[in-house]
């Protein structure tokens, strides 16, 4: 189509553009939604083009239609358990998507069965790019009967007492609901009944109806459609292999039908496997060369990885989630070593592992800490024509080595400063201006924030120096063509240009989620509370699960990193401040949001550190604004409520708050005034109560001052009217409630406390 012509040439047009670094970061997500939107438009012109011509080409595809059919399978009628096979062929998923699958089929296909009424031994999930697999050992034959008993109408409403007792329309009505006839109606508990008898079926024909929602339920981030059916999966499914026992369980899905066919490794031309019963299925995929268990696959990957790198003399450097991601892009792991030009070893090496890592997923090898000039790569099939696999990969890598070199080679032509004017070419954000603004903004902000995390001349002269120069390396063609090392290029790059090595490794460290020293730590709060309060102001809050600016990420970063460093700091000051620096309007709403924002990821990290819900909630009610007050609160909290007295402590506290709360005056306390015994006593245990620095601003200190008075406000509350006629009276023993309740000000919301 002309139309869609231009719809790609605007997305080749975005990938020159954005190779050549002219769109920033976070401007990428706005271009995708309008090359989206330009496609969309076209697909419905389309549509309606089509339709106007009455689809044309669709009456010559009806006419040689065949329309699927299920073949007619035996269905398995037994008495014995048997095994359950479920295998769902694909197109190869991504590895993300593999994991993702396989942890839903692990919580998916026991519920299920359990909801069919299926009862089952041992439980098998696993699955190959190309494969997810079930397995269920001594599946019960058939579903046994139930019964389920449905709660209706009262019975003065199902039956007209004053007529006899007929039947009203809510019982007629609530029968033909439930597929009963009136007269099986029951009365229980002046309720009517129905109870429903479901005869058992037979275990092939209850799967039959049970494994295609199965799949249903099997959700990815991103999906494709790719034939008339128009199931959504994250790769076509090509075959599905349903076996119970050696009988078939017939069904389809997605155009497919089920049978006892699967297919073999994708470097063989995926030969189709007839598996003879579901018993059989783990030994004869084995013998086709296939390694179904991830965690197995992982193994070989990882050994062979190992075995082939002991020949240079050095060892596979294994990364966790490099390792992960290969082991989910393979079947059949064949382990082979590759090697390159030693002058590439002038890189810096974290270029060299992000280009094996990144886009070529190879293993780097290192003797002693050092890189050496080999790789181990992980080849889907067996060892036929490995030298020419070899050579192909060598080759790949070479290029990609080359064009590192030149980049940096270039980079370094000029001091890492004089990068710094390019970034107003990069686009932050529409609303926001350029990367050079906001390296501006940064700077700014750095200095406040120094100041507030108390930093000594020497760090604070080098958290300036680091944050004018950190966002530099963006605008160097090495982070141009591998964002992915943005900040380690500026580490590189400060050294080469003569910074020190502090100055250099704040540089490095303000994308790690917790920088290592001040420096770094002033640079990485400026950044992430700049994208906050800017972004929050421009209306670009995250909205359910999508965050396409990182704002949650950044959230998290602040909250972690001064909880790890465990200074205090109040993020309602820092906040602000960022706010002043922006180009556009931060109105108090948006504190307000963006404020609540951070309390929102503060709190899923104290509650997945292990505190209790109500503490944590307690504590950030008072000091969200402070991270690491709010942890050793919640701390110091729980252990209180961890204590056997501690319901007569929250008690005794809560009495005080309960009848305060509503008072909008805070009521002044005149000794004079007190006419009882246990007022006189209970302001005297008030005023006794330490008031230092800890008491006032520690969840154990504050309760340590509180836990004598408790004597004192049960009496108290035991012998004293608060609610007193005489105005002068009962306004007087409010206000000493309310100092007792505003003891916990500042330090933890009790009320919140189970």
Not at 281 to 291: A, F, H, W
Not at 671 to 688: C, G, H, M, R, V
Request: hydrophobic share 45%; net charge negative; glycine share 6%.
């Amino acid at each position: 189509l002309p139309a869609y012509d231009y719809v790609l040439k605007c997305s080749h047009t975005f990938n020159v553009l954005d190779t050549r670094g002219a769109i920033g970061v976070t401007e990428r997500a706005g271009f995708f939604g309008k090359m989206r939107a330009m496609a969309r438009e076209v697909a419905e012109a389309y549509v309606e083009q089509r339709k106007q011509l009455e689809y044309p080409f669709l009456k010559d595809e009806q006419g040689s239609k065949k329309e699927l059919v299920i073949s007619n399978y035996q269905l398995l009628i037994t008495n014995n358990p048997q095994t359950l096979l479920f295998e769902i062929g694909t197109e190869e998923l991504p590895a993300a998507d593999l994991d993702a699958a396989l942890a839903q089929l692990r919580e998916l296909a026991p519920k299920m069965l359990a909801e069919a009424r299926l009862t089952h031994g041992e439980l098998k999930v696993c699955g190959t790019p190309r494969r997810l697999v079930v397995m269920a050992k001594e599946l019960s034959p058939r579903q046994p009967d139930a019964e389920r008993v449905v709660k209706g109408p009262t019975a003065d409403r199902a039956f007209d007492k004053s007529n006899g007792g007929v039947p009203t329309q809510a019982a007629i009505g609530f029968a033909k609901k439930n597929n009963v006839p009136v007269e099986a109606l029951e009365i229980r508990d002046n309720y009517v009944v129905a109870v429903i008898r479901e005869t058992g079926k037979p275990a092939a024909e209850a799967l039959s109806g049970l494994l295609p929602p199965m799949i249903a339920a099997i959700k990815f981030d991103k999906t494709m459609r790719w034939n008339a059916s128009g199931v959504a999966f994250s790769r076509p499914i090509r075959w599905l292999a349903a076996l119970l026992g050696e009988a078939v369980i017939p069904f389809e899905y997605a155009g497919v039908e089920s049978g006892n066919i699967s297919r073999g490794l994708r470097p063989l031309g995926s030969p189709e496997i007839q598996i003879e019963s579901a018993d059989k299925y783990l030994e004869t995929i084995k013998t086709n060369g296939i390694v179904i268990d991830s965690a197995e696959r992982g193994a070989l990957v990882e050994s062979g990885a190992r075995q082939v790198a002991a020949a240079t003399g050095g060892e596979a450097l294994i990364q966790p989630d490099l390792l992960a991601e290969v082991t989910n892009l393979i079947e059949k792991p064949t382990l082979l070593l590759g090697q390159f030009e030693s002058e590439y070893l002038s890189l810096p090496d974290d270029v060299l592992i992000s280009v094996m890592k990144k886009h070529q997923r190879y293993f780097p090898v290192v003797s002693n800490g050092k890189l050496l000039p080999y790789f181990v790569a992980a080849r889907n099939g067996d060892d036929q024509h490995l030298d020419m696999v070899r050579e192909g990969n060598e080759h790949v890598i070479r290029a990609r080595f080359a064009d590192a070199n030149y980049f940096v080679r270039e980079d370094v032509k000029q001091s890492l400063e004089a990068f710094r004017p390019k970034l107003s070419t990069l686009t932050f954000q529409t609303k926001l201006g350029s990367m050079f603004d906001k390296s501006e903004r940064i700077h700014k902000l750095a200095g406040t924030l120094a100041t507030m995390l108390a930093l000594d001349g020497n760090e604070k002269k080098d958290a300036l120096r680091a944050a004018y120069l950190c966002k530099a390396d963006l605008a160097t063609q090495m982070v141009v063509e591998m964002t992915p090392l943005q900040g380690i290029m500026g580490r590189e790059y400060a050294l080469r240009s003569g910074e020190t090595e502090a100055v250099a490794r704040a540089i490095g460290e303000q994308y790690q989620t917790v920088p290592q020293a001040k420096p770094g730590l002033v640079i990485a709060l400026a950044d992430r509370l700049d994208s906050l309060a800017g972004l929050f102001a421009a209306g670009l809050a995250p909205t359910g699960a999508k965050d396409p600016f990182g704002l949650r990420r950044a959230a998290l970063g602040v909250v972690q990193s001064l909880m790890e460093h465990e200074v205090d700091f109040d993020l309602r000051v820092a906040l602000r401040a960022a706010g002043a620096f922006q180009p556009i309007p931060v109105s108090d709403d948006v504190y307000v949001q963006a404020q609540d924002f951070i309390a929102g990821r503060l709190r899923v990290l104290l509650i997945d550190s292990g505190f209790r819900y109500d503490v944590v909630d307690a504590v950030l009610a008072e000091r969200w604004h402070d991270p690491n007050q709010a942890k050793k609160s919640a701390i110091e909290l729980s252990e209180w409520v961890a204590k056997p007295d501690w319901p007569t402590t929250l008690a005794a506290y809560s009495r005080c708050v309960r009848i305060t709360r509503d008072q909008k005056q805070q009521f002044e306390v005149i000794p004079a005034n007190f006419t009882t015994e246990p007022e006189k006593i209970l302001w005297d245990a008030y005023q006794s109560a330490p008031t230092t620095l800890e008491a006032v601003t520690s969840a154990n200190g504050f309760l340590t001052a509180f836990t004598p008075l408790i004597p004192a406000i049960t009496r108290f509350f035991d012998e004293v009217l608060v609610m007193d006629e005489d105005a002068k009276v009962r306004e007087n023993r409010l206000g000493l409630l309310q100092k007792i309740a505003g003891m916990a000000k500042g330090v933890a919301e009790l009320s919140k406390l189970e």
